[in-house]
């Protein structure tokens, strides 16, 4: 993209930016260390899958996962693990680890196609698994949408029933997600795998038959 030439100067504050060598050298070492923490995460849901009998679609491969790392979701620095992982046609089912840096943890589950309507009956008959257990239903007309707040999720709550019941009302997929600030004690002691394996396991009552 080529720049106007008022626009072509670094400001002080840009120079030293680029010239500090250790604020890159940190940001490669974190991203390792998330990394790492999303390995030992994927490590636990394996296990934990490997001991349910789930709602899972035509031709699930348990081994099947992706880990993935860039620059620009929405100018900021993101990592996510995707583990379990079905992207086959219509059908999706998986549970997204997310580190949005800048932004927050999300760790959440993402169902669409032939699933849902099960996922949507186990939802409203177990509903008092899910209320109350800091778990928000997505509202963007999208799956990938990873902000918080109003218009863009809905907090599970006792009072909420029908509202949530009208939301999923005639929709073909689902998000359900909890969300992690980063400045989270959790966080600060390493304790993300743990945070994400509570979260896989809180929501597997979706999920089972």
Known sequence: MSLPL???SLTPTELALVAD???FRSKERTILKVQALLATLQASLREDLGKATLLVPSGFDPAKAQSVKGERLEQCPYQYLDYPKHFLGDDKFTFRSLCWWGHHLVFAMIVEGGQVKQCKKNFFDRFHRFAGQDLELSLAPTLWEWKRGEGYTLPITHDRKAQLAA??????WFKIARFVPL?????????LPELGRDTFRSLLPLLSL
């Open 167 to 172: 939301v999923l009302s005639g929709r073909a």
């Open 21 to 23: 060598g250790e604020l």
């Open 183 to 191: 400045d989270s004690p959790a966080l600060r002691e390493g304790r």
């Open 6 to 8: 008022h626009e072509r």
